[in-house]
Each structure stands twice: as C-alpha cells, then as structure tokens.
C-alpha cells in the first residue's frame, strides 16, 4: 500500500505539491493524471525517494521513505518518462546491474530477464550497447530492468510515450498480471482512454493540488475520463 | 546578427551560472571558487614580483611577460587539444541546433566562442598578476602599456584555441574512422600532449638561452612565436600599425579556420555519431550473474571511465607522466642531480643529502601525481540525469560514494605502484620504507579523492552539453584542480624544509600516520556531509 500523506513541496516560494494526501491499495492499477506542470513528476519523484518533500509523509506498506528509503525503494520499481540509462552501457549489462542493487540471484534474474525480452522482443539485442538503441527500445530496456526484479509495487512516469502498438499492448498484459497477483502499479500518463479502460482508481492533479481522487466508476459516472478532465481544467 | 546573439545567450547561459551570485546555492559557496581565484592570481603576483627584482638590473622586465604570453600559449594548445575534440563534436544539443535555420558556420562559430571564454578566463586569472606585477618594475609606463596589454589578453587565446580547434578536429576525424573510437582517441591524444610536452620542455632551454643573449631578442622571440614576441616589442617600441597588423592576424586566422573547419565539421561529426552495434547473440550466450552492490558499482564507474576519453586523459595524463619520470629517473639519474642540487631553480639539496633521502624524493613524486590526478572532482557530475537511477535504487548512500572512491584507487593505484617498484629497485629502497612508500601510494591519492568528491557534492555540474565541460569548465574541477596545486605546492615545501633533519624511515612513518587522520576526517565528513549534498542533487 502507498500513503501520501498532506505532502507538500516547494521550489522556492511556488508549492510544486500542495498538501497531497490519498492512498493507493494493494491490487490497484492507480493513474495519476494532470495537466503539464501539475505536480505528476514531482509527487512521482518524491514516491520512489528522488525528491525530498517539505511536509508530510509517504508511507509504503507502513514504512517511511524518509526515515527508511532502502527499505522502501526495495519493494519498488521506478520508470522514468524519458528512459534514462547508462548509455554506454550494452544492455544485458544495465539490466544485471539494476538486478545487483536489488540483490536477485542469479536463477531469477536469468528467468525474468528471458520473459520480458522475448515479450519486448529485445531477446537478441541485449548484447548491444544502449547508445545505439532508439528512444522506444531504451524504454523496453528500462521496463525489463525494472521488472526483473519482480517488484511488488511498480511506479511509472508516463510509460507508454515512444513504444511501439504491441509494446503498449503488451505493457497493459504485464500490467493486469500483475494485479491479479495483488501488486500496485502507479503511473502517471496523458493517454486517457488507455487509462479509462485499464485502471481501477485515479487522481486528478491540478496546480500541485489533488482535485479528485477514487475509483475509476467514482470519478466518472456515466463520462468519458476525457470529459470529467476537462470539466475540471476549465473550473 | 539578433540571431546569432540570441543563440550566444541561449548557449552560454547555462555555463555563466558559474558567474552568478544570484542562484539557488548559497552566495558563501559561490564566493569560494572566487576566492580561491583570487588567492592564486595573489600568489602569481608574489611570484612575478620577486622574478621581475631579479630581471631588473639586466633592464628586461618584459621579457618576462613574452615568456609567460608563450607559456600559457603552450598549455592552452596542451589542454585544448582533448578538451576541443568532445566540446566541438557530437554535442547534446547538435540535433536541436541543426535542426534550426542557422548557418553551419554560426554553430561552429558559437562553440568556439565558449571555448574560447573559458580560455579567455583562466588565461586571464595567469597573465593579470603579471601585468599589473609588471606597472611597478617597468621603466617606462604609458598609456599604450595598457593598451597592448588589454588587447594581448583578448587576442592571445585565438591561436591556441584554433590550433586546439585543428588538432582536434584532425584527431576527431582520425579516430571517427576505428571501431574503438575512445581507444583511438586516448592514444592519439597522449601522443599529442607527450609530444607538445617535449618540444615546449625544448623551447624553455631555447628561452633561457635567449635571456643570456640579449641582443635582438624581440626579434627572435617572434620567429619562435609571433604573439608572445609581438607583445615584447609593443612595450618597449610601441607601434599602432603593428598593433593593428597583430588584431588583424588573428580575425583572419580566426575567420579562415570557421570557414575551412565548417567544410569537414559535419562530415566528422556525423561519422561520431555513427553507432556500431555488435553481431547478433542469443540470450542463452549472455553472462546473467548476479554480483554484490559495491562491485557493480565500481564496475559501472570504471566503465564510464575508459568510456569517456577527456576524463581518461585529464586523470590519467599525470599517472602516465609518473610512470615516464620513474622511466627517465632509472636510466638518467646523473642528469636529474643538477636540478635537484641547483640552489637557483632547483631544490638547493647536498649530494649527500639527496642520497640519503631518495624515499622522501619518492614521496614528493607521488604526492605531486595524487594531488595531479584528481578524478573524482567529476564523478558525480558525470551522473548528470542518471543521477535519478542512483537515487531511485535501494543503496545506501554510503555505498554509492564510496564505490567512486574505490574505482579511483583502482585506477590509481597499480600505475604508482609500478612507478615504485621501478624506483625500489634503481635505488635498493629498504623493505620498511617501499613499504611505507606503498602505503603511501594508497593513502595520499585516497586525500585527493575525497577532496574531489567533496567539491564535486558542493558544486555538480548535472546538466553539461558534454563531458569536456564537466571535466574542464566546471567549478568543481578547478576548485580541485587548485587544491590540488596548493597540496602539490605544500608537499614540496614541507619536504625541502625537513629533509636531513630527520630520519626518511621515521619522517615516513610520521607522514603515513598523517595521512591516516587526514583520511579519516574526509571520510567522516564525507559519510555526514556529503550523504545530505547527495540527497539535494536534482535534475
């Protein structure tokens, strides 16, 4: 379970975040959408410990990522919206070096790594060096790497940008499979019929303020996403 | 013209923060790197004061300044050559400024207008001492002192920085043809700079050479080199027409060299960027093997390493010039002797004295190659938006700092202990003091690490077009890089000053039990202070 409790986070004098607070559970696939600027990145950033927040707290499954941010950063798995690696780096290397900081033995990462790549279809590509890759296999590089390590919690910044139809297809595969097992998978994303169809809760971020936050049926009624989001732009 | 200027701004903004005092750091730590400026400009002064009293019964105080016009020339062609290479080419923002409707030669032009301002910089924080050393020794000043001097510091880094500009562009060109690019350009590059090394080792006997014949020596200086001669000869028989010939000069050079290096620039660049990928392997042939965190830590920080050709060759430059001093020290000992013994320029020692303290010569020897050798000073700014994968992964700080640290002493380490050994045995250094030296070997680059890291926390530089910016225009790496100057500098003074008033086996085992505290105060500061300048690292 994620807690974000009344968090808040300043740059300067502007609150990037402004007293934040709603709960993702267990077996939830959680969308997190705003406008551009609105405090996703950042609320995301503080969730996985890259950011420090000014106030409040972020609690995954009861622990503090302030207080204990290895313990927590074990149990999740971080997609960035640009897929940022180490570059000159070949593949297979980035991926055992994610899998080393995660501690997985050898027998795991060996039977993850071969089923997310022959899914992204990357099975022969792993011996090249990431530099030389396009913008979508970078991203295939970073979901693979972060999801050999069978995280129980899966944190995504707008996940499906630059991948192909069938990786996107694939991705909501992986996705539903790991709901059924009682994981979250948190992402943040502008593709909003995608998340209408595939997510069970949501929340609206407007400003660094949290509008609307709840089920899926909740927020929506009888609309589209599409149409309570922008009824909600224009407030 | 409005835009190229807007381009100018657009370029430079982001290295001038530098300059700022009104940014998100703290003014105290931005005042830092002025003031160390400013202590080393203080102590170049001091320096020229003292050189100009001895000039000043020969009346040739401006031969002075053309030496130093010359020297400086030298090392900014020394430097310039790999750092030209990665500012020019294959830069971040090639896909965004070729994609704008702006002439090919505004690009190159821009590039080398920053490189040319950071020369412009540290050419200045060298010749202004000097100059301002200069008004009281001369015999004559006038208005037209001021105005050569003004127009020499602007004019003087153009030619370095376009043969800089040419070498690199050559070498770039070179290695863009190999498979291993890097490889290729690391060994062209020290190739280079051994080279330049040894001729400009030559010019300086052609130098002394001069002072002792004076007679028409404005002209020869300009047959060696036009600008540091030019500069002489305009002080003491100023000529505006020569003046004007010498500003002239070097726009042309300035300009031709824009116009013939754009024709192959975007031929080079574009065969840079080229990507070789490697043949087909089947995921059953691939190495999955789970290692410890440390491990793959250091094996990543070595990868980027040798992947990075400035940063290998502005590190590594110093241990390849210890492995050749201990190489030229082993066969040419009896020439060295006269240095070392030379109460003017060298360290004023006895023979006797010399002989029975070879260990503690050793140990001047590794102090200067650590405190040269100054990698970590770019280890967290090469991060640069990787910084979020570290910060993301379940790894304790500690952990992640200190496996830069290691990876520095692997690198560090086995070429001085090559360098001993070839010491040990030309001398038969006893078993207690190649122990100590040993140790030593380990510990003071240990002090320079720390310190790099340390300044590095303090001063990222997370978001350079390209690693030569972050190895060579960043704070970070001229704080160390002046740091490093002022140990170097202390370790020799110290040393002179205590020789032969001890013995070398107790004086080493007093200076290892020094370093010891000292390493262990830096890491202490380092797990404290430099966990909370980790966590404040954004992108």
């Known amino acids: 379970m994620i807690e974000i409790k009344n968090v808040t986070k300043k740059y300067g004098n502007k609150k990037a975040l402004d007293n934040v607070s709603f709960t993702v559970e267990d077996g939830d696939i959680f969308a997190f959408i705003g406008h551009n600027g609105a405090g996703k990145t950042t609320l995301i950033k503080s969730i996985v410990g890259i950011h420090d927040f000014d106030e409040g707290d972020i609690l995954i499954n009861g622990i503090s990522i302030k207080n204990e941010p290895v313990e927590c950063k074990k149990l999740m798995a971080y997609v960035p919206d640009n897929p940022e690696t180490y ?75 630059g991948l192909d139809p069938k990786a996107v297809y694939d991705i909501k595969e992986i996705l539903n499979e790991m709901v059924k097992e009682n994981k979250i998978v948190f992402y943040s994303t502008h593709i909003l019929d995608v998340a209408e169809k595939l997510c069970s809760r949501v929340a609206i971020i407007k400003n660094g303020k949290l509008i609307k936050s709840g089920s899926m049926k909740e927020i929506k009624g009888d609309k589209s996403l599409e149409k309570v989001f922008m009824e909600l732009e224009e407030k | 013209m409005k ?53 000043a019964p020969t009346h040739m105080q401006y031969i002075l300044l053309s030496l130093f016009a010359f020297s400086i020339s030298i090392l900014t062609i020394m430097e310039g050559i790999y750092k030209a290479g990665p500012l020019i080419f294959n830069c971040k923002d090639d896909d965004l400024l070729l994609s704008l409707p702006i002439k090919r030669k505004t690009i190159l032009f821009i590039r080398i207008l920053k490189f040319y301002i950071f020369e412009l910089l540290y050419n200045s924080l060298f010749l202004l001492p000097i100059m301002i050393a200069y008004i009281r020794w001369a015999e004559n000043i006038t208005w037209t002192y001021f105005l050569t001097s003004i127009i020499m510091l602007l004019f003087l880094p153009i030619i370095p920085i376009i043969l800089s500009c040419i070498l690199g562009a050559i070498t770039s060109s070179l290695t863009s ?99 070789t990928t490697s043949k087909k392997t089947k995921i059953n042939n691939l190495i999955i093997k789970q290692r410890s965190k440390t491990y793959s830590l250091i094996k990543k920080e070595l990868n980027t390493f040798f992947k990075t050709p400035v940063f290998i060759i502005n590190s590594g430059f110093a241990l390849v010039l210890f492995i050749l001093t201990a190489i030229i020290i082993t066969y040419k000992f009896d020439s060295i002797i006269p240095i070392l013994t030379s109460k003017e320029g060298g360290l004023g020692l006895s023979k006797e004295l010399l002989n029975n303290n070879i260990s503690i010569l050793i140990l001047v020897l590794i102090s200067l190659t650590a405190y040269m050798t100054s990698i970590t000073n770019s280890v967290i700014s090469l991060e640069g938006k990787n910084i979020n994968i570290l910060k993301s992964l379940p790894i304790k700080i500690k952990t992640i700092l200190m496996s830069k640290i290691y990876s520095c002493l692997i690198i560090t380490t086995p070429v001085l202990l090559i360098g001993n050994i070839i010491l040990f045995i030309k001398f038969k250094i006893n078993i207690l003091e190649s122990l100590l030296l040993i140790v030593l070997s380990i510990l003071i680059p240990l002090v320079s690490h720390f310190i790099g890291i340390i300044v590095n926390l303090k001063y990222p530089k997370l978001d350079a077009e390209n690693s030569a910016e972050v190895v060579k225009q960043s704070t970070s790496s001229f704080i160390s890089v002046m740091i490093g100057m002022i140990l170097a500098l202390l370790s020799i003074v110290i040393i002179t000053k205590i020789i032969g008033k001890i013995n070398s086996s107790i004086f080493l085992i007093i200076v290892t039990i020094i370093y010891i505290i000292i390493n262990t105060i830096l890491y202490l500061y380092l797990i404290k202070k430099g966990t909370i300048e980790f966590n404040k690292l954004t992108v």
Not at chain 2, 16 to 27: E, S
């Open chain 2, 177 to 275: 043809r190999f498979k291993y690019k890097n490889a290729a350009q690391i060994i062209l590059s020290m190739i280079l700079l051994v080279g330049i090394l040894l001729i400009s080792f030559n010019s300086e006997n052609i130098m002394n050479y001069l002072i002792k014949h004076a007679n028409g020596i404005n002209d020869l200086i300009i047959k060696i080199y036009y600008p540091a001669g030019i500069y002489a000869k305009l002080i003491t028989n100023f000529n505006i027409k020569e003046l004007l010939l010498f500003i002239i000069i070097n726009i042309v050079i300035l300009t031709l060299s824009i116009y013939i290096l754009s024709k192959f620039y975007f031929k080079i660049n574009s065969r840079l960027k080229k990507i």
């Open chain 1, 87 to 161: 570059e000159h780096m070949k593949a297979i290397d980035y991926i055992n070096f994610i899998c080393d900081m995660y501690e997985i033995d050898t027998n795991e990462r060996e039977k993850n790594i071969k089923k997310y790549a022959k899914i992204f279809n990357m099975e022969d590509k792993l011996n090249d060096t990431i530099d030389s890759y396009s913008h979508g296999m970078k991203q295939k590089i970073v979901l693979i790497s972060a999801l050999a390590h069978n995280p129980k919690i899966l944190i995504m910044d707008e996940p499906f940008v």
């Open chain 2, 3 to 55: 835009k190229t200027y807007s381009l100018i701004k657009a370029c430079m903004t982001s290295d001038m923060n530098l300059f700022k005092l009104k940014t998100k750091n703290k003014k105290s730590s931005k005042l830092v790197p002025l003031f160390i400026a400013l202590y080393l400009m203080f102590m170049i002064w001091g320096s020229a004061n003292s050189m100009f009293e001895k000039l």
